[in-house]
């Protein structure tokens, strides 16, 4: 499971209907709708904030916004009825720079044409997520970061 922290409009075709269907699925584990996946890392920062039910839901919402832009039909009935959390979680400069480098090495291989594109951008966080200074992510299990029980900041 792959939460990106980036700004769905970075993922090719591909990703982009990952996340989503990825997406749903954390928000049934969020929900206790499916004991698989339950104690999954990247779930960690949902869980920290008031709502995770609504942070989920509110991270639906932009990855079916991006579908529609690009002419996909995301059913957005499949998110949860639920009051959308209006804070941010951080995300910090480290974290948003190694997922960079793993949307990077991926486009490399499945869409050289998207990499290409992504490779000349700044990209942006998804915007559920303000973005601070500071070291990949406690929870983050790629390219080689700690493994530590994670210290999420929530804002309101």
Sequence with gaps: MRLWSLHPA????RGLVALWREALLAQAVL???TRGYRHHPQLERFRACPSPGGAVAAYLDVVQ?????RGYRFDPARV???QRWEGQLTLTTGQLDLERA????????????DHVVQQKLEMGAHPLFAVIA?????WE???????RPADPVVRD
Aim: glycine residues 10%; proline residues 10%.
């Design 80 to 82: 949860d009825e639920v």
């Design 141 to 147: 299990r790629a390219g080689g970061a700690p493994v």
């Design 102 to 113: 793993l949307l990077l090495d991926k486009l490399a291989v499945r869409s050289p044409t």
């Design 31 to 33: 929900a206790g709708r």
């Design 134 to 138: 500071g070291p990949v992510a406690p």
């Design 65 to 69: 916004q991006e579908a529609a832009v």
């Design 10 to 13: 970075h993922l090719d075709r």
